[in-house]
Nanobody, 126 residues
């Protein structure tokens, strides 16, 4: 498994931007797909975005499409989530996750991710 550490969360106002980072260690980062999920209070964890190992293949949840951008830097073993035009409904704990080997890049099923970070809180006020 891989160790994942998120950073970059915090307080924002509606319309603001934040960038989350997730630093990976422990296995060959560049060959695994990565993803971001989020969990709001009282709700189930939901998929946000995923990126293939090369950084070319991207999938987004409809709720963030056009506002959030996932990217990765394989030289730094880091995946990012740029969040623009934030809304109060984006408030959640955001988790970085690493896909199991061999899983298709487009999978958004959390059971296809075998390593998770501890999460970083994002709070958006109106």
């Amino acid at each position: 498994q891989v160790q994942l550490v998120e950073s970059g969360g915090g307080l924002a106002q509606a319309g603001d931007s934040l960038r989350l980072s997730c630093a990976a260690s422990g296995r060959a980062f560049s060959i695994y797909g990565m993803g971001w999920f989020r969990q709001a209070p009282g709700k189930e964890r939901e998929f946000v975005a995923t990126i293939g190992s090369s950084g070319v293949s991207l999938v987004y949840a409809d709720s963030v499409k056009g506002r959030f951008t996932i990217s990765r830097d394989n030289t730094k073993n880091t995946v990012y989530l740029q969040m623009n035009s934030l809304k109060p409904e984006d408030t959640a704990v955001y988790y970085c996750a690493s896909k199991r080997a061999g899983v298709h890049y487009s999978s958004t099923d959390p059971t296809d991710f075998d390593s998770w970070g501890q999460g970083t809180q994002v709070t958006v006020s109106s």
